[in-house]
């Protein structure tokens, strides 16, 4: 039987973790990583006073509800439109980018690890071609910025962590051969990643279909979100039954929604705001109004993704306070020179790679000396897959138990810096390509 006074250990955890981040917040953290600084405070805090906080219980609905919201979002970013308008010049930039930074950093921790790790290292290398859409995309917006490298971005950041996740799956697909001690061959590798990818697509593809009929014909808002949040549980739901990514079934449904619903719903604050005004003035006005602000007052695609998002933000807050409440402080030692090599190797094999990649598509200048550093920071995704990650290698013994934890508090600690560092080396690419608006202004 469930302990249900379990909630009060997540409620406790949930309030403090965001108090502790608007604080965060006001000194410029980024939100994700308050959360999760927060949670190894409080990991900090209680191995002092030698006690040990349990919540098993619902660990495992919090982390797939978060895995597909974290899906859903993602998708969202993505439509058909931009899908169609994907150039070869971004394909080679980011294949370039993706594959160089995963074997590169593939290589350098079998090198350190030792040839009995090589599953691991894959691992790390797959993890480590994964950016943060979001975090870098709010830079972005923050600075105003525009011009050719902003745009290339904004594609390599849509699609990146579509290879990560495609990576993962083939890591972990060689990682089970390794521990069930199959025989190594390709079908074994790659039979459960189309599996996965294509279950996915059918999972998604379908319960976006069916969501946009519905959606293009409700006019009621709150209705809108209440059946968008509907389908993503039952995305989530039915890819447990068919032991598949959460992430993947859930951001194809994302990007159905985002590429064929017709609803791009109005701002609730600004449409009750117009209806004031058209008491006093005439109705031709407010149309005026409308049509010249139409780009600030609809949303992009439009306001259901926002209230989903909203709605989803406390699970999103606990599974991040949760994972810095789970990092392992004894193993800091351990993963210290792991992780250094990880970062190192990903921050160059991420500079390298995309100046070649945007070299060889003969992309602008100032995409070749400044895409790099935009493409440094890590979040949601990469800790996400770590999670599956961990809790897959959980299945075969205490041995890959434990290199499942390695991976986790290792992601769990870089992102901690990628997060810090990462939005600072965006800044300082937005300043010298000149498309940081704001500061020309």
Request: glycine share 8%.
């Amino acid at each position: 039987m469930i302990d249900l006074s379990v909630l009060a250990a997540f409620g406790i955890i949930l309030t403090i973790g965001i108090i502790g981040s608007d604080f965060l917040k006001k000194i410029h953290f980024p939100q994700i990583l308050g959360f999760m600084l927060v949670g190894v405070i409080l990991n900090i805090l209680l191995t002092a006073v030698k006690h040990e906080v349990i919540v098993t219980d619902f660990l495992e609905i919090i982390v797939a509800v978060t895995l597909g919201f974290i899906g859903f979002n993602l998708g969202s970013e993505i439509n058909w439109q931009t899908i169609k308008s994907i150039s070869s010049k971004i394909v080679i930039i980011l294949l370039c980018e993706a594959f160089l930074t995963f074997i590169l950093v593939t290589i350098a921790v079998y090198v350190l690890l030792g040839f009995s790790q090589f599953n691991i290292a894959l691992i790390f290398g797959a993890l480590a071609s994964a950016t943060a859409p979001a975090g870098t995309a709010a830079v972005f917006w923050e600075n105003d910025a525009r011009g050719a490298l902003t745009t290339t971005t904004m594609f390599i950041l849509a699609l990146d962590d579509i290879i990560a996740i495609i990576l993962t799956d083939i890591a972990l697909d060689y990682n089970t051969l390794i521990y069930e001690n199959s025989a190594i061959n390709l079908a074994g590798i790659f039979l459960p990643v189309f599996y996965d990818i294509g279950f996915s697509i059918l999972l998604g593809g379908l319960a976006g279909i069916i969501s946009v009929y519905f959606l293009n014909r409700e006019d009621e808002h709150y209705h809108l979100v209440d059946f968008v949040i509907g389908g993503i549980l039952v995305c989530i739901g039915i890819a447990a039954i068919l032991e598949i990514s959460y992430i993947l079934p859930t951001m194809i449904y994302g990007i159905v929604i985002s590429s064929f619903s017709k609803k791009s719903e109005t701002d609730m604050t600004t449409k009750q705001l117009l209806n004031r005004i058209s008491n006093h003035v005439s109705p031709q006005l407010i149309q005026t109004i409308y049509e010249k602000e139409k780009e600030l007052i609809q949303d992009e695609p439009h306001q259901v993704f926002h209230e989903v998002y909203k709605l989803a933000s406390p699970f999103i807050a606990m599974f991040f306070v949760l994972i810095g409440l789970s990092l392992d402080l004894s193993t800091l030692g351990q993963i210290g020179l792991i992780g250094i090599i990880y970062m190192i190797t990903r921050t160059v094999a991420k500079m390298i790679g995309a100046s070649l990649g945007a070299f060889f598509s003969n992309a602008e200048t100032v995409v070749q000396k400044y895409l790099g550093p935009c493409l440094l920071s890590q979040a949601g995704v990469a800790l996400g897959l770590a999670v599956l990650i961990s809790e897959h290698l959980a299945k075969f013994g205490t041995e890959a138990a434990q290199s499942g934890l390695l991976i986790l508090n290792t992601i769990t600690a870089t992102t901690i810096v990628f997060q810090i560092f990462g939005p600072l080396a965006i800044k300082w690419a937005l300043d010298r390509s000149g498309e940081a608006r704001l500061q020309i202004e």
